[in-house]
């Protein structure tokens, strides 16, 4: 994410979530921590989902994601079905 992406984000995202926006799909660590910084009570209102490229390979990985506040993840592309089916796929 770019400054001026960050600054574009910064600027909006209080108002589309106090319009009643649900949550936020985070492709990569700066957009996560752009969501992180907001007001606690914001956060609060808000779902944040990992896309496929915050990687989340296996249980370990999904939960550092939600030590940082990711609620939902996608699975990985690259896993096969032995490793789909060996990991944790709530949420």
């Known amino acids: 994410m770019r400054n001026a992406s ?23 660590y700066e957009s996560l ?7 606690p009570d914001l956060l609060e209102k808000i779902s944040i989902t990992a896309d496929h490229n915050l990687y989340s390979y296996n249980d370990s990985a999904k939960e550092e994601l939600a030590d940082l506040g990711v609620d939902y993840d996608t699975i990985p592309l690259e896993l096969n079905r032995k490793e789909i089916f060996g990991r944790n796929n709530k949420n």
């Open 33 to 39: 921590q752009l969501l992180r910084e907001l007001n």
């Open 6 to 28: 960050m600054r574009f984000y910064q600027d909006r995202i209080p108002e589309l979530i106090h319009r009643g926006i649900h949550g936020f799909v985070v492709k990569n």
